[in-house]
């Protein structure tokens, strides 16, 4: 698919998720458009805040375990990355793994290019293949690859999807890793709300600024006339979801356009912008089993804020057990 084609499907995409979301009896918006250039680089200085601990603690967890993920990632085994981002964890596994190739894919072009010709120049040895792909929904991989492959899935962004979400996703990676294939999954854990609810609601407005950056991608892609000023950001914990909700609310009776609708909103209405789902270890592998993976191993951190899960394709492998 061409550059002009996949940019065609991607606004088609985005209008018929906003006109599908305004429309339902509680507004709601993807979180995957979060992630424009503009929202990828807000994203980015988020997760150098000092409330927003999910990053370096994920990182830290990387640092510590870093060769033992590494012989669990597979040397030179080709590395998958969904949501690549700027791939700033995936420069640990690059070079402690040295996989053979690495196919980064995300759904922003420009960010995605970016990051491909970073890595490429700091990584000569390994082929970076980038795909642009919304990893929500079936894509292809490349032609010609190994049979055997690991995904590498940080973040937490798993968290982000609602439970029939999680299990087609599971599925996909299985075809993706291939027969014998692994996965590292990041999962954000359970842990008390004075830590959890400051990362998705900072002191320097950097989360309600890429919260309403949606709003400004709607109005600059989709031509709506969303009065950005009159939504405030606002962080949510639903105690039932295990999860902190991000949510846009309107400050007065409005009316947004879009595509010659009309979507009305009453003041103190919200959008529901993203879901960041709390793990529980145990109840994270059955749902991975369920869906044909084995839970080989696992690291977490000293506090048990974070872990990053590996999972295999099929029998565990010998010598190894949960932890």
């Known amino acids: 698919m061409d550059t002009a084609t996949e940019a065609l499907t991607q606004a088609d995409r985005f209008l018929d998720d906003v006109l599908a979301?305004?429309?339902?009896?509680?507004?709601?918006?993807?979180?995957?458009?979060?992630?424009?250039?503009?929202?990828?680089?807000?994203?980015?200085?988020?997760?150098?805040?000092?409330?927003?601990?999910?990053?370096?603690?994920?990182?830290?967890?990387?640092d510590e375990h870093l060769a033992e993920i590494a012989r669990f990632v597979g040397h030179g085994a080709p590395l998958l990355e969904y949501g690549a981002g700027s791939a700033r964890k995936t420069e640990r596994l690059l070079a402690a793994a040295q996989p053979s190739l690495y196919i980064p894919v995300d759904i922003s072009?420009?960010?995605?290019?970016?990051?491909a010709?970073?890595?490429?120049?700091?990584?000569?040895?390994?082929?970076?293949?980038?795909?642009?792909?919304?990893f929500m929904a079936p894509f292809a991989l490349p032609e010609g690859l190994p049979p055997q492959r690991?995904?590498?899935?940080?973040?937490?962004?798993?968290?982000?999807?609602?439970?029939?979400?999680?299990?087609?996703?599971?599925?996909?990676?299985?075809?993706?890793?291939?027969?014998?294939?692994?996965?590292?999954?990041?999962?954000?854990l359970v842990?008390?709300?004075?830590?959890?609810?400051?990362?998705?609601?900072?002191?320097?407005?950097?989360?309600?600024?890429?919260?309403?950056?949606?709003?400004?991608?709607?109005?600059?892609?989709?031509?709506?006339?969303?009065d950005i000023a009159a939504f405030n950001h606002e962080a949510r914990w639903n105690a039932t979801a295990s999860a902190v909700e991000m949510h846009l609310v309107s400050t007065r009776m409005q009316r947004v356009r879009i595509a010659g609708r009309s979507f009305y909103f009453r003041e103190g209405e919200t959008i529901h912008t993203e879901t960041?789902?709390?793990?529980?270890?145990?109840?994270?592998?059955?749902?991975?089993?369920?869906?044909?993976?084995?839970?080989?191993?696992?690291?977490?951190?000293?506090?048990?804020?974070?872990?990053?899960?590996?999972?295999?394709?099929?029998?565990q492998s010998p010598g190894r057990s949960p932890r």
């Open 21 to 62: 979301g305004l429309s339902a009896p509680r507004k709601s918006l993807p979180c995957r458009w979060l992630y424009d250039h503009r929202g990828s680089e807000l994203f980015e200085a988020i997760t150098r805040l000092p409330e927003y601990y999910p990053t370096r603690t994920e990182l830290a967890i990387l």
């Open 109 to 115: 072009a420009d960010y995605l290019a970016e990051t």
């Open 117 to 134: 010709v970073r890595l490429q120049s700091r990584f000569p040895g390994t082929a970076v293949l980038p795909v642009v792909a919304d």
């Open 150 to 188: 690991t995904v590498f899935f940080p973040g937490s962004t798993v968290g982000n999807l609602a439970d029939a979400e999680i299990d087609a996703l599971l599925e996909r990676m299985r075809g993706h890793a291939g027969p014998g294939g692994r996965a590292l999954i990041g999962i954000d």
């Open 191 to 226: 842990k008390p709300l004075a830590v959890l609810l400051p990362a998705y609601a900072d002191a320097a407005g950097i989360t309600a600024e890429f919260n309403r950056n949606l709003l400004a991608r709607a109005n600059r892609e989709l031509g709506a006339d969303f």
């Open 276 to 315: 960041s789902r709390k793990f529980e270890l145990g109840a994270f592998a059955a749902r991975a089993a369920a869906a044909g993976w084995a839970t080989d191993c696992s690291w977490t951190d000293p506090h048990g804020w974070f872990a990053l899960v590996g999972l295999s394709n099929g029998a």
